[in-house]
């Protein structure tokens, strides 16, 4: 079993629809979450990081924790079609001195104009 | 634009050869990450260096090795390739060995065939 689950999709949704993304974990030392955003044959690209439980917004994008639940999740307001790639969680343990993120599988997601 | 160049972009080579890989990392970061990305084992963590000094390592193979020189430069070098190396290949790198936000690169695709 993985130590970070997430959806594959694809997930396909009109413009302006809200969409929500999804990972569970299992390993309960993860303390800080992520999520990249990554184009087609580019780079990822952090979106938001949080160490807490409960919700972080960032204009469009709101990042939920819930670590009782060890389920995270991303929603996307008044989707556009630049929105379309693959997003990604990732996860860390705080203690150490390196960040070795772990990564979901990714979900593919196009907004539809 | 990450900041974060690797080269070359697209590697073409046979089974059993070497390659290297080459990142430098964002100005002012100490910290190079390496990942490989493939469709059945999605963004793997590989290696971390800090400084010029391995600080963690993931799934490496012992095929696979990794530097930092004291330019802050980085290259990973794939020997005795198989055909289940081929993948992308990723450097992010960020301002110190316990950041939060590392960036990544935009790839080194290698096929082999």
């Known amino acids: 079993q993985k130590e970070v689950e997430q959806d594959p999709g694809p997930l396909s949704v009109p413009e302006g629809a809200i969409v929500s993304l999804n990972c569970t974990y299992s390993n309960s030392a993860f303390q800080y979450f992520m999520w990249y955003r990554q184009y087609s044959r580019k780079g990822p690209e952090l979106l938001m990081y949080t160490y807490s439980s409960g919700n972080k917004e960032d204009g469009r994008f709101t990042a939920q924790v819930d670590k009782s639940s060890k389920y995270i999740s991303l929603f996307i307001r008044d989707s556009q079609p630049s929105d379309s790639a693959t997003y990604l969680c990732?996860?860390?343990?705080?203690?150490?001195?390196?960040?070795?993120?772990?990564f979901g599988s990714g979900t593919q997601l196009t907004v539809l104009p | 634009d990450s900041g974060v160049t690797q080269t070359p972009k697209h590697l073409i080579t046979a089974t059993g050869q070497r390659v290297t890989l080459r990142c430098s990392p964002r100005s002012g970061d100490l910290s190079v990450y390496w990942y490989q990305q493939s469709l059945d084992q999605g963004l793997q963590f590989l290696i971390q260096y800090y400084n010029g000094e391995e600080r963690a390592k993931g799934n490496i193979l012992e095929r696979f090795s990794a530097q930092q020189f004291p330019d802050l430069h980085s290259e990973l070098n794939l020997s005795s390739l198989e055909l289940g190396d081929s993948a992308l290949y990723f450097c992010?790198?960020?301002?110190?060995?316990?950041?939060?936000?590392?960036?990544f690169g935009p790839g080194t695709r290698l096929t082999v065939l």
């Open positions: 990732a996860m860390s343990p705080l203690r150490g001195s390196a960040r070795q993120l772990t």
């Open positions: 992010a790198s960020s301002v110190d060995e316990g950041t939060d936000t590392q960036y």
